[in-house]
């Protein structure tokens, strides 16, 4: 991946080339745009040209022991912060190593890199903790904050970062931007921007995770799911396994990945580093399981919205490969229950966010969704 790779985010990545260029780099950034847009790919990016041995024309090489590294989420010179525990919140323990961090030499490399995903979660305590190393950077230190709700940062924090904003992508160029990069068909393109709501994290965990197919087994579900002649009473916990089985492979097949790709730079890193990636990468999952659920309910509520889009004739259709099928199954969904459907999948993300059980989450609103005939 290189800065090329990028997308709709020119301005944020002339910013921060120039200031590889011309050597100016601010010692704290803060990254704020919507959520998905590409804040973290380009943090990641930066860091890896940052510290690259190779690089050439301000691009990292990929191939020398730092790029590695970095773009396995592994080098002793980068930090990584985030929320965590049950109130999913940055405490002082994190930020004091964080502290720490900045405080030691640099082991490989010229900068010592911390990220700190989500600082809207800091607690209060830990705000004005951080604070005191943001007035006070050690040299060759850089910090960098992602976030989608500036306004929800302590003000004085916000001050004392370079401030990089990043855009959402408009429908007609992110269609267009999908049916290149992913050399996908125009209903393709149109239904991967509009389910996933143009955010290009949840685009890409789409492809990696391949969830096309599913999407079909989850709309043959609910095109039938009040037919006469097809009804299978068994078929909501049938899909909410389904559904599940999808979840639980890819991430499995994730987790096994990090685990490899700490074993393979195991040697260079001390068991503080280790347990620190470590614990990057398994909150790094989970938010990823999130994530793949939170596309798999915006799949279940296109349905919905296109067939309550199609009754009210607006002319606007997400899921346009699907259009004859769900035409026909328009009459069976009363406005009534189309609107409480929504509401369930909307009170189903908030029980994900509240770390409810995936399983039960799965099965209650499936359940709900197909015993919600009126």
């Known amino acids: 991946m290189s800065f090329n790779d990028i997308v709709n985010q020119e301005i944020a990545k002339k910013v921060l080339k120039s200031a590889i260029k011309e050597n100016k780099v601010h010692h704290s950034y803060l990254f704020f745009g919507p959520e998905g847009c590409g804040k973290k790919d380009t943090a990641l990016e930066f860091i890896k040209v940052l510290n690259c041995l190779d690089k050439k024309n301000d691009e990292a090489c990929d191939s020398c022991s730092s790029c590695k590294k970095s773009i396995k989420n592994v080098h002793p010179d980068v930090m990584w912060v985030s929320a965590s525990g049950a109130k999913q919140v940055i405490g002082i323990n994190a930020i004091r190593q964080l502290e720490h961090f900045t405080q030691l030499k640099s082991l490989e490399v010229k900068y010592k890199i911390a990220l700190i995903e989500r600082p809207e979660k800091l607690t209060k305590e830990a705000g004005n903790c ?145 347990k620190n990636i470590k614990a990057f990468k398994q909150a790094e999952t989970e938010e990823l399981k999130k994530e793949l659920i939170k596309i798999i309910f915006s799949v279940i509520k296109s349905f919905y919205a296109d067939i309550f889009s199609i009754s009210c004739e607006t002319g606007f259709i997400i899921n346009l490969d699907k259009e004859i099928s769900l035409k026909r199954k328009t009459v069976n969904f009363s406005h009534s229950y189309l609107n409480n459907a929504i509401k369930e999948i909307e009170n189903s993300n908030t029980l994900l966010d509240l770390g409810a059980n995936l399983q039960l989450i799965f099965q209650v609103l499936c359940i709900n969704l197909f015993c919600g005939e009126k």
Not at 161 to 189: H, M, R, S, V
Not at 207 to 231: P, T
Request: glycine letters at 2%; aromatic letters at 10%; charged letters at 30%.
């Open 130 to 274: 951080f604070l005191k190393t943001l007035e006070e950077p050690p040299r060759n230190v850089i910090i960098i904050l992602l976030t989608a709700f500036p306004d929800k940062i302590l003000p004085t924090i916000v001050s004392r970062c370079q401030k990089i904003k990043f855009l959402a992508l408009n429908p007609k160029e992110g269609i267009e931007i999908l049916k290149k990069k992913f050399n996908l068909e125009e209903n393709q393109a149109h239904m991967l921007y509009f389910v996933c709501s143009g955010k290009t994290k949840w685009i890409q965990l789409w492809i990696e995770a391949a969830l096309w197919n599913l999407r079909d087994e989850i709309f043959d579900v609910f095109i039938n799911i009040f037919s006469k002649e097809k009804r299978d009473y068994t078929a909501p916990l049938k899909l909410a396994d389904s559904m599940m089985e999808m979840v639980s492979n890819f991430t499995d097949k994730v987790k096994k990945e990090k685990q490899d790709s700490i074993n393979e730079f195991k040697e260079n890193l001390s068991s503080s580093q280790i």
